[in-house]
């Protein structure tokens, strides 16, 4: 999501990915500085949010299966662009991303899905599914 909207919108046309293409030059997503799979990490969730409003608290804590970031120096130009950071870890990497505006335009580095229970659905799940009966009930 984060390469598309980079090519789409901030009209990088040579945005890549470094788990597709390593030896590209311009990387919007880059190897984190460790692994992050298989570990749970809190996340702290930035107010005045769409995901704030979902979760309902400041801080949660997630899973992780992925080895993947925005690479740091296209965050400023992501946030003026109206790609916001919703959450960030503790040292303050990018863990969340939503659409200014946008009723459900949001992605998480970690997966919601594996955290979620039939009687517990995940806050960003039923976010999503909110978003879509909102959509088919406006139609």
Not at 2 to 13: C, F, K, Q, S
Not at 51 to 80: D, H, I, K, S, W
Request: aromatic share 8%; hydrophobic share 40%; with cysteine.
């Amino acid at each position: 999501m984060l390469v598309e909207y980079a090519r789409d919108v901030l009209g990088i046309a040579d945005a890549e990915h470094a788990e597709t293409s390593p030896d590209a030059e311009t990387l919007v997503v880059t190897p984190l500085s460790c692994s992050l799979v298989g570990q749970e990490h809190a996340v702290r969730i930035l107010p005045g949010t769409r995901c704030a409003e979902l979760y309902g608290r400041e801080e949660t804590v997630e899973r992780y299966y992925c080895n993947y970031g925005l690479n740091p120096a296209y965050r400023p130009a992501l946030e003026e662009s109206g790609l916001h950071v919703s959450a960030e870890d503790e040292e303050g990497e990018v863990r969340i991303v939503e659409l200014e505006g946008h009723p459900f335009f949001l992605a998480s580095l970690f997966l919601p899905q594996m955290s979620s229970r039939p009687a517990e659905p995940h806050p960003l799940l039923v976010g999503f599914a909110e978003a879509l009966a909102t959509a088919a009930a406006a139609r």
